[in-house]
């Protein structure tokens, strides 16, 4: 992996902190797990953000 992709993960991670759904919409664009992250955020914060950096991870 790249440099350059690792601190394009490392931005993601930081944003998902703040606000899962924007993390999760930089990697995937507005799509199945954006809906999907942005109805366990309303469900509680930390589903989110472990769906989330799943989802930026798994890259």
């Not at 919409?25 to 109805?39: D, H, K, P, R």
């Amino acid at each position: 992996m790249s440099s350059t992709g690792s601190s394009a993960d490392l931005l993601r991670v930081l944003v998902s902190v703040f606000l899962p759904p924007l993390g999760v919409f930089l990697q995937e664009g507005i799509g199945t797990q954006f809906w999907i992250n942005l109805l366990l955020t309303l469900m509680g914060y930390l589903p989110g953000l472990v769906h989330a950096i799943w989802i930026i991870a798994r890259r």
